[in-house]
């Protein structure tokens, strides 16, 4: 079981924003400031498309950003494209034990 | 441009032991920590084992503790995972991602992903 959840599926159709929520704890998400999403296409390996809660790596569209509120971080893809469809997983520092803790992850379908 | 390479998966029965390594090049991979992830057919993405740039500093999730032992070896650039013990629970891809930036701490984020390395335990 999870130590974040996400919702299973999101859906939304070409040039509308979508978001994605990671809800953790008080202990993790709540305090670090070190949530990752990843996007992955069937039969490919993840991609990093958020780290350190907001920061886009290098190549990455304008289009995803990440933010936090409290104890839950979002993922907005603005401008949805037939492209986005796929997997997304959040992924938290949770403590100094546990430096990583998947979401279960979250099917996005472009309408 | 860096690159991601993981072998050495393959078919084990229930009980026994594989060695699985990753090899990066395009980087001082010193400079990096390492971890493992792995995702079992048709399931999300699990967080197995982390390694610090040096090696002084490891993590494992509990579903592998005393199982499992992450190292690497600097000088040629590979990350390993001995992995002892196995059941069905461990059949999965396992994928190797380094750190965002050098000296970044483990838990900072993971980037450039290899393609993975089948694990198959049969019982």
């Known amino acids: 079981q999870s130590a974040l959840t996400q919702p299973a599926s999101v859906s939304g159709t070409p040039g509308q924003s979508i978001t994605i929520s990671c809800t953790g704890t008080s202990s993790d998400v709540g305090t670090y400031n070190l949530v990752s999403w990843f996007q992955q296409h069937p039969g490919k390996a993840p991609k990093l498309i958020i780290y350190a809660g907001s920061r886009r790596p290098s190549g990455i569209s304008y289009r995803f950003s990440g933010s936090k509120s409290g104890n839950t971080a979002s993922l907005t893809i603005s401008g949805l494209q037939a492209e986005d469809e796929g997997d997304y997983y959040c992924?938290?520092?949770?403590?100094?034990?546990?430096?990583?803790?998947f979401g279960p992850g979250t099917r996005v379908a472009v309408l | 441009e860096v690159q991601v390479l993981e072998s050495g998966g393959g078919l084990v029965q229930r009980g026994g032991s594989l060695r699985l390594s990753c090899e990066v090049s395009?980087?001082?991979?010193?400079?990096?920590?390492m971890t493992w992830v792995r995702q079992a057919p048709g399931k999300g993405l699990e967080w197995v084992s982390s390694?610090?740039?040096?090696?002084?500093?490891?993590y494992y999730a509990d579903s592998v503790k005393g199982r499992f032992n992450i190292s690497r070896d600097n000088s040629k650039n590979t990350l390993y995972l001995q992995m002892n013990g196995l059941t069905a629970d461990d059949t999965a891809l396992y994928y190797c991602?380094?750190?965002?930036?050098?000296?970044?701490?483990?838990?900072?984020?993971?980037?450039?992903w290899g393609e993975g390395t089948q694990v198959t335990v049969s019982s």
């Open positions: 991602a380094k750190g965002p930036h050098p000296t970044a701490a483990v838990g900072s984020g993971l980037d450039s």
């Open positions: 992924c938290s520092y949770i403590d100094a034990a546990t430096p990583y803790a």
């Open positions: 395009g980087l001082i991979f010193s400079n990096y920590a």
């Open positions: 390694i610090s740039g040096i090696g002084g500093s490891t």
